[in-house]
T-cell receptor, first 112, second 111 residues
Framework: GNSVTQMEGPVTLSEEAFLTINCTYT??????LFWYVQYPGEGLQLLLK?????DKGSNKGFEATYRKETTSFHLEKGSVQVSDSAVYFC???????????FGRGTSLIVHP | EAGVTQFPSHSVIEKGQTVTLRCDPI?????LYWYRRVMGKEIKFLLH????????ESGMPNNRFLAERTGGTYSTLKVQPAELEDSGVYFC?????????FGPGTRLTVT
């Protein structure tokens, strides 16, 4: 079956540091890949997505590239802000399915 | 436009009691989904409504969980009787197309 593995948190960074949150997946076929973010007290929001190999999703300074050869979709940001503190979930959905398979989430804490 | 709302935000109950969680989807969204995140683990799919019909309930853990969506608007998820392992955060999401919009979740603690 499908599964997503992401690095355990919390990840603690200083403002303006570089961020990487690793995500690898197992799936049959060619899934779509997603990063969701949950800010404190809010619902999950779709942050970015990629639907085929070598696609790069980007939003709010975050990027992730769909790497089929390494089955990875690592999330990166060049300079994090305190407001980026949240829980980040990597997810995938198979072709024809709208139900995501989520990873365990990675908490990011950015301090001034 | 209002997003997906859930009530209550937090519920603490004793083992054996009953709890009902409510989800109000975005107006006009036919699809409504329930998910659960047990502490520190993955967010798991529970079930999917299309309007008032259950499209997929393959993720429901057992018959202590009952979901309804009368009239195709809001949905309730009842846990009866609650067990300790039911503790977690219950998310609701709605959609009209591919993208799901999530609510803030209800944190359920069973003691």
């Amino acid at each position: 079956g499908n599964s997503v593995t992401q690095m355990e948190g919390p990840v603690t960074l200083s403002e303006e540091a570089f961020l990487t949150i690793n995500c690898t997946y197992t799936a049959t076929g060619y899934p779509s890949l997603f990063w969701y973010v949950q800010y404190p007290g809010e619902g999950l929001q779709l942050l970015l997505k990629a639907t085929k190999a070598d696609d790069k999703g980007s939003n709010k300074g975050f990027e992730a590239t769909y790497r089929k050869e390494t089955t990875s979709f690592h999330l990166e940001k060049g300079s994090v802000q305190v407001s980026d503190s949240a829980v980040y979930f990597c997810a995938l959905s198979g072709r024809g399915s709208y139900i995501p398979t989520f990873g365990r989430g990675t908490s990011l804490i950015v301090h001034p | 436009e209002a997003g997906v709302t859930q009530f209550p935000s937090h519920s603490v109950i004793e083992k054996g009691q009953t709890v009902t969680l409510r989800c109000d989807p975005i107006s006009g969204h036919d699809n409504l989904y329930w998910y659960r995140r047990v502490m520190g683990k993955e967010i798991k799919f529970l079930l999917h409504f299309v309007k008032e019909s259950k499209q997929d309930e393959s993720g429901m853990p057992n018959n202590r969980f009952l979901a309804e969506r009368t009239g195709g608007t809001y949905s309730t998820l009842k846990v009866q009787p609650a067990e300790l392992e039911d503790s977690g955060v219950y998310f609701c999401a709605s959609s009209q197309g591919n993208e799901q919009y999530f609510g803030p979740g209800t944190r359920l603690t069973v003691t």
